[in-house]
């Protein structure tokens, strides 16, 4: 039992004082969404809530819905939608953003989720966890706000986190003033503050990225981790290790507790598409958490918090962690556009560019 230490709901109300109380309220909510969560993640095949969601339904994201997505987000719609803080809702499970019923008081501010990312792991006990972003609705009017209510740069987000559901359950938030983590301590129920102001490390010898999408990647993706691969031999010199988790919330989470760089970067795998995950409920928070420790999220071309959203559900190359290594391939992907990604040559082997026939 944690007695005297501080729990969420005690930093989230000294956090908010002085007129943002309505938000520390909300984030009490959705931290009580979250446990909801854990629970029904916690009992995995015991959860009857395996498989698909049994209807064949496919969510907006083109992707078979699972019973456990369904479940999570309904978690975080009925513990959310009473509270009287929030204009509207928007979900990675939901095509349109959800309207508060109307037995409930409306307020200013906007959540938006991913119930259950990496729910694919579910099936196969693997750390998933849900990840939230709140941000204020700028329109005037108390009606049912729009999508375009949500479409704002992550610069503008009032809060981020995400829970991980791991050998522990974790929440990780930022409020705009550092990263912090909490553990939940399952004795009593209450999320307690065990790593406050969270530090990405600056450098870092270790890389997660889907390797099985390397002949889709754009050349200065294949020449970084080419590098990263040629270790000692090659022009970084030190050897790097690799992780890939499928879960981005894990990937994250490794990388705030001992830096790394996560990369699920544009590839032409899908032309149409100019990435896998999502700008609004994935990349903004995780890109809002990551800063707040110090490092950097980017697309490889720009700051991912600086990105206007053109559509709800819409999708961004993601680069993230240590900021040595995300300005490093920032780098590469200017001398690629500009024409100039030189030949990386070894101190022991000169090899011509893998990637550019006439760089010189
Ligand atoms: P799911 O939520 O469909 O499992 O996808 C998880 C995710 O959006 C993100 O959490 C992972 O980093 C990424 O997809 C894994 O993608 P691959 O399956 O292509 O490796």
Known sequence: MQFGRTTFSKFVIEHTRGGHSELGALLIDVSAAVKGIAALVGKGALSGWTGTSGAGEVNVQGEVQKAIDVASNEAILRHCEWGGQLAGMASEEMDEPYRIPDQYPRGRYLLVFDPLDGSSN???????????????????????????????????????????????????????????????????????????????????????????????????????????????????GVDFNMRWIASMVAEVHRILMRGGIFMYPKDNKDPAKPGRLRLLYEANPMAMLIEQAGGAASTGRRRILAVEPGELHQRVPVILGSRQEVERLERYHGEYDAGTDRAFTSPLFSERSLFRADAS
Request: aromatic fraction near 8%; include cysteine; charge should be negative.
């Open 122 to 236: 579910s099936d196969v006990n693997v750390s998933v966890g849900t990840i939230f972003s709140i941000l204020k609705r700028e329109t005037a009017g108390d009606g049912d706000p729009s999508a375009a209510d949500f479409l704002q740069p992550g610069d503008r987000q009032l809060a981020a986190g995400y829970a991980i559901y791991g050998p522990a359950t974790m929440l990780v938030l930022s409020l705009g003033s550092g990263t912090h983590g909490f553990t939940l301590d399952r004795e009593n129920g209450n999320f307690i503050l065990t790593h406050p102001d969270i530090r990405v490390p600056e450098e870092t010898r270790e890389f997660a990225i889907n390797t099985s999408n390397e002949r889709f990647w754009e050349p200065p993706v294949q020449r970084y981790v080419a590098e990263c691969k040629a270790g000692k031999s090659g022009v970084r």
